[in-house]
């Protein structure tokens, strides 16, 4: 059993930058690909980005490519999305995914083993 707790979301201006953490309880979390989702007011939720359990492959959808980075500490047992150069189309919640050895383009919504309970983005412009 894997929890996870995002921490980072709020209100920030258009051009403006924000990290968002997500720490996972349990065990193993170095044996998980973990990710981010967003689902925006009446919309699916979609996928942003994903890193494997080393660290060393990453994907990320086209929409945010350049501007957002996700990292992972596994000694502290936590996954960051650094976003910037944020836009009113990235408002959302924010949801942290987990899925053990998992390569980073099986990272669907579908197929996720533990989600957090998400934290807001709100960009203005």
């Known amino acids: 059993q894997v929890q996870l707790a995002e921490s980072g979301g709020g209100l920030v201006q258009a051009g403006g930058s924000l990290r968002l953490s997500c720490s996972a309880s349990g065990r193993s979390f170095s044996s998980y690909t973990m990710g981010w989702f967003r689902q925006a007011p009446g919309k699916e939720r979609e996928f942003v980005a994903a890193i494997n359990w080393t660290g060393g492959s990453t994907r990320y959808v086209d929409s945010v490519k350049g501007r957002f980075t996700i990292s992972r500490d596994n000694a502290k047992d936590t996954v960051y999305l650094q976003m910037n150069s944020l836009i009113p189309e990235d408002t959302a919640v924010y949801y942290c995914?987990?899925?053990?050895?998992?390569?980073?383009?099986?990272?669907?919504?579908?197929?996720?083993?533990?989600w957090g309970k998400g934290t807001l983005v709100t960009v203005s412009s």
């Open positions: 995914a987990a899925r053990r050895y998992a390569t980073t383009q099986s990272m669907g919504a579908g197929a996720i083993d533990y």
